[in-house]
């Protein structure tokens, strides 16, 4: 089993970015999949996760902002984050729910910073 983020980035407050999870060894769509995030300082926090019947649920914190999909086709997973804020900082991942602790990618860094 394999992740790989990809997408993130250095962005103005209010702006937006899209982080893809390419996923091997395992179906995005025959599990719960989900994106994390480890803020600088703090322990790591699920933000969205999407089910195997494309339901989401959200963190309180991004409701609103940012939207979980997956592509099938591609195997991969989707976090599309606009109306970023400063506090949306940090490395994001892609796992499933609940996760599989052996199975971390490497992340991908987004900064929200003017």
């Known amino acids: 089993v394999q992740f790989v983020e990809s997408g993130g980035g250095l962005v103005q407050p209010g702006g937006s970015l899209i982080l893809s999870c390419a996923a091997s060894g395992i179906s995005v769509r025959l599990n719960v999949m989900a994106w994390y995030r480890r803020a600088p300082g703090q322990s790591r926090e699920l933000v969205a996760s999407?089910?195997?019947?494309?339901?989401?649920r959200y963190t309180d914190s991004v409701k609103g902002r940012f939207t979980i999909s997956r592509d099938n086709a591609k195997n991969t997973v989707y976090l599309q984050m606009s109306s970023l804020k400063p506090e949306d900082t940090a490395v994001y991942y892609c796992n499933g729910d609940p996760l599989w602790p052996d199975y971390w990618g490497q992340g991908t860094q987004v900064t929200v910073s003017s």
């Open positions: 999407i089910t195997r019947g494309a339901n989401t």
